[in-house]
């Protein structure tokens, strides 16, 4: 039984066109502190529990320690099983095996899973509560739904050379890189469009403060990450 | 609909532009889950290290009691050493302690260039210090000590719960944890303004430790105490305690400093420690602690108590009385001696005597004489405080409960009651649960839920409760339905750009506003990925350091899942092993690919692993003179220390006995010796390899240990300099 909290989450930030629904929560950002002082930005305002509550953690490392089922089909699943796990409890701030339904997107991409947000959506239908939408989404419902993602390798990754021919569709001018202008167009206006806050993100990271643009080869070198390899193959 | 051949071209274009568009989105909204994922994971890894690591301090207590529990003592005088070593450090009556750290006589040289301090103290020395400290000078150790007495003369008249008006200066600002970060508290001030008296602070606790100017931090605490007395309130933390100091930094950090009064300076702040206050009411209706509060919190009771007993909070571990082999000749003939002239026979009778437990049957031997040397115990202590009434410094706790006589007509609370009250103010953490239960992480207070919470607050009609004792991401962090605040003023406190620090202002309608901060210059430079991949760095070091740490036990528990030996083992069962190891309840799976680099379809090759983790932490010597360190604290003591380990009185130490206690002593800190280094510890020092080790030896050796130190802390310090 879920402990009832007070949520007081950032808002939503919609004029997209296309609606998504409950959105990603404005995470607080790391960067500079931002606004006046005095004022409570939204991360602070969300109740947490402690990260750490001696017991419940050990009892996670136990969860992840029983015993593997022998080889074969019955190994790999059960493998996957205690990595959705794992991933799961990293979100589950009350020890009580319930994530908010805001994460569900972080735990599934963390996974290595790539889906698009009308994807992810149609998966947090299958996991959500059917009556009423608490917020929540238990361990019970998402474990047999994540792990068939998984199995069916759902959502697969995006090859390198993939992403630069998709940069490159965008630099009509085929210069090798987008301006700032082009590049928040395209992202926050085209496809599935980027919050404010992820715009922010991307142009931190990638652009170029003195020429104001993003050199995209760059860019996508900078930011490859390792894939783990003991996804199923 | 026909299109013009321009529109068409124009509609693929878009439409491709849009498929692009997803596509990036898609791969960059994955890119940021992973790092929010790694984000948590570094996160988690500093928090389980870090109160893993409280929970040596009260392993090595519990290994002292256990050295304790085996070893007779041969003279009284040898039983003081014995409890005082426990204790670390001799406790001075009042007298004793003045004469000791005396400063009158202390010339200050012409050549000294730092700030003069002059008492009564004025605006102007806190000023000249904030100024000298932001020139990295160090003031003069006269007037660390004039400071310090000055502090405690003050300190000793404030009630233990300070009460703060918001009437008289319209705002407060708490501060939480400083933990020594001096650019912190520059910062505070800088954004906020210094203390006045139109301006009161509160700080809350755990000034010192952890970062390397915890004296700067305590010399302007002090100063703006006795300079604002009205306006600046101090509450005590659970760094606030000597012997959490021996082990996090503060008192390394003071004999680093003051190299010849340093010893003099320590006893000074012990003391004045003991006498900060335990909490602050804030217009009656806002309680600030440290840590939290228990179901048993009694304001009352906290009110009354004399705080300045509790020298340290550690103390008061019940025994553990299983191994012990008491004889009850010894205890008798031993306590008589020091009992009080009125004998323990002839009990007077006062009401508060305490009442012997029901005599166990005469059969079980040892059941019995346990029950008589407490009791005996108990009396004897409570015949002691017949006699000794007035209250001073020198009480050495003992481990039977005590009934507090020093107010007859005062409820009638037994030392632990007492001693429990302020654990759980200074160590306690809130929990999203219900209920109350220990908090066996950091091996102190408890974990206090929601309803714990709205019974104080009803109780005593308050509205909420700041504390600090956790660090958060943001600085500050709101909990059980925004009835408990935590704030937190040391920023990047785990590494540069791991967290905000921040403090609280409260007007008097009691809204809180926050301001936070983070005090170094190149995290606002750093990019977000930057910053979580510096901040993981360090977080895996740490983490490989604790692996390595544990090698042994870890090859035997991967050995178990290798049961054709051939020397490898599958990724799960490596997640599965590590964890039944270290126990820090750490997601393995997710952390494994910044582990473990290298592996051959799926399989990990174990011991080659380990080895390179070995390779990683450079030296081996590390790890035993951080052993020895443990020891090498005790020093003036070596001759007892090597008594406690000679178990057969030959006046040698057998390879056996060596052997015997360093394998406690690794178990119970966590610190791992193989066998064979093990051995070669106790050959190396062998001088005359005579198979056993002689006294001589054994001084010989913490010589060399000394000599090792010095040579590390400049390998240390070299490497610190290059990181930066």
Known sequence: ?233 | MVRSSSEQSCFCFCSLAFKAAVLIQRWYRRYVARLEMRRRCTWRIFQSIEYACEQDQIKLHNFFSYLMDHFTPSSSKERDFISRMFISGESFKEAELEKYCDYESMEVPDSYTGPHLSFPLLPDHATALLEAFKQKQQLHARYVLNLLHETRKHLKQLPNISHVSTCYSEEVTVCGDLHGQLDDLFLIFYKNGLPSPSKSYVFNGDFVDRGKQSLEILIILFTFLLIYPKEVHLNRGNHEDHMVNLRYGFAKEVMQKYKVHGKKILKMIQNVFCWLPLATLIDQKVLVIHGGISDTTDLDMLEKIQRNKFISVLRGKKRKESNRNVEIQEVNGEKNAEADPAGNEALPSLPLQPRPAQAPSMANRLEFSRWVRQTVQEQIEWCRRLVDISESEDEEPTYSSMVSLTDLDAPCWTRQEEWKQILDILWSDPMPQEGCRENTVRGGGCYFGPDVTAKILEKYNLQFLIRSHECKQEGYEFCHNRKVLTIFSASNYYEIGSNRGAYVKLGPDLVPHFVQYQANKAAHTLTMTQRISRVEESAFRALREKLFAHTSALISAFKAYDKDNTGRITLSNWATAVESVLHLGLPWRMLRPQLVRTTEDGMLEYKSWLDDLAMEQRSQERIQSSLLEVIYRNRSNLETIFRIIDRDHSGLISFEEFHQTWKLFSSHMNIELTDDGINDLVRSIDFNKDGNIDFNEFLEAFRLVKQTQACLQLQNRERESRDL
Not at chain 1, 45 to 58: M, Q
Not at chain 1, 99 to 117: A, H, K, N, Q, Y
Not at chain 1, 154 to 181: M, Q, W
Not at chain 1, 202 to 220: A, C, F, K
């Open chain 1, 1 to 233: 039984m879920k402990a009832a909290t007070a949520r007081q989450g950032g808002g939503r930030r919609d004029g997209c066109a296309w609606q998504p629904r409950p959105g990603r929560r404005p995470r607080p950002s790391a960067a500079a502190p931002r606004g006046p002082p005095g004022t409570v930005p939204p991360g602070a305002a969300v109740e947490r529990g402690p990260l750490r509550h001696g017991s419940p953690w050990r009892r996670r490392g136990a969860a992840a320690m029983a015993e593997q089922e022998g080889n074969g089909e019955d190994g790999a699943v059960a493998e996957i099983e205690k990595k959705i796990i794992e991933a799961f409890e990293v979100f589950d701030h009350e020890c009580n095996k319930t994530v908010d339904v805001r994460e569900i997107g972080s735990i599934v991409r963390s996974l290595g899973c790539f889906p698009t947000e009308a994807e992810l959506h149609e998966l947090l239908a299958k996991v959500e509560e059917e009556e009423e939408p608490t917020g929540y989404v238990h361990l019970e419902k998402f474990l047999p739904v994540m792990t068939k993602v998984l199995l069916d390798r759902s959502y697969r990754p995006i090859p390198e050379d993939v992403l630069l021919h998709a940069f490159e569709a965008l630099d009509e001018n085929k210069c090798g890189y987008l301006t700032k202008d082009e590049l928040v167009k395209h992202m926050t206006e085209e496809g599935e469009p980027f919050t404010e806050e992820e715009m922010e993100e991307m142009l931190s990271n990638g652009l170029d403060p003195e020429t104001n643009t993003v050199h995209y080869r760059d860019y996508i070198s900078m930011m490859i990450v390792e894939e783990p390899e003991d996804l199923p193959q």
